[in-house]
């Protein structure tokens, strides 16, 4: 593969094209607007600068791989010459099906085209296209250019070429790609997000506070931040979508979203990107600081 294009620029698309083009690739970067594409490009200087820092890079190779980076505002235009496509968008079903129509028309007939959903059916997303052989999910975990896993996910119709190609290709990325069949929340999040649920529901059922939820999983569980905490950082909209994904898919109601959670969607407690979920990121300080509404 050659060619590569990456639909968002977001957190995800930004990280997965940084990765890309770290490797060699040329990257075709897209998104709705010229603003939102300097900031992914933006963002990726600064991950660079990071690994220069580190000695992880060299200035050199920080000007090679942004110099593999066009950014395009129409889909038609980036992905014209594309190999493989990467689609980063929101993880919402409709507009995840209405881009890969749009890819499915515009992209060449033999590209592969990827999602980095980490929930919604491969499948279901390969049936609105005329290649469903060449569609697959490849899950990247955020931050893209430091986590080592891609969820590798085989919708019922992708092919073994297809899924072949994409897993020697994570390879090629420094990854560990791993093959996971198409069911509701892969792998990751299915185990995942009923952990932080659980989480959540001890916290709105007064087992204990918020640093003590995350304190007990830090120490006890050896994980390097807390459900709580990390749920913050994936964005408590994402989390809640994820779960409706499992709860519908599965019909368990083991999977149901806690009323918490949903509470906080709908004030827009979304986490990070909003400022305040469980803990407040408003303050400029790497410190944990506990929202108001969870402090003793």
């Not at 490009?41 to 220069?52: C, E, P, S």
């Not at 989480?199 to 059922?205: D, F, N, P, R, V």
């Not at 509470?263 to 410190?287: C, I």
């Amino acid at each position: 593969m050659l060619n590569v294009a990456v639909i968002g620029s977001g957190t995800m698309g930004n990280g997965i094209a940084h990765v890309f083009a770290q490797h060699g690739f040329p990257v075709a970067l897209i998104d709705i607007n010229q603003p939102a594409l300097d900031k992914g490009v933006a963002t990726i200087g600064k991950n660079l600068d990071r690994q220069v820092a580190k000695g992880a890079l060299t200035d050199a190779d920080k000007t090679a791989t942004l110099g593999r980076l066009t950014t395009y505002t129409s889909v038609a235009e980036g992905v014209r010459n594309a190999d493989l496509v990467v689609e980063a968008a929101t993880e919402n079903v409709e507009l995840k099906l209405n881009i890969f129509r749009e890819l499915d028309q515009h992209a060449p007939a033999a590209a592969i085209l990827a999602s980095n959903t980490s929930s919604i059916s491969i499948t279901k997303i390969a049936a609105v296209t005329k290649r469903p052989d060449k569609v697959i999910g490849m899950h990247f975990m955020n931050p893209v250019p430091v986590m080592k896993l891609v969820e590798v996910i085989r919708g019922y119709a992708t092919s073994d070429e297809v899924t072949a190609r994409i897993m020697a290709l994570s390879q090629e990325l420094g990854k560990t790609p791993t093959e996971v069949n198409d069911y509701p929340g892969f792998v990751a999040n299915r185990i995942l997000m009923p952990m932080i649920n659980e989480a959540i529901y001890s916290l709105y059922e007064g087992v204990a506070g918020v640093e003590e939820i995350d304190t007990v999983m830090k120490l006890g569980m050896a994980h390097p931040m807390g459900p709580l905490q990390l749920a913050d950082f994936i964005g408590l909209d994402v989390c809640l979508a994820i779960l409706r994904v499992l709860h519908e898919g599965l019909g368990n109601q083991k999977y149901a979203p806690c009323p918490l959670l949903v509470n906080m969607v709908t004030a827009g407690r979304l986490g990070v990107k909003s400022g305040e979920g469980f803990y407040s990121w408003t303050h400029g300080s790497k410190e944990l600081v506990l929202a108001e509404r969870f402090r003793k």
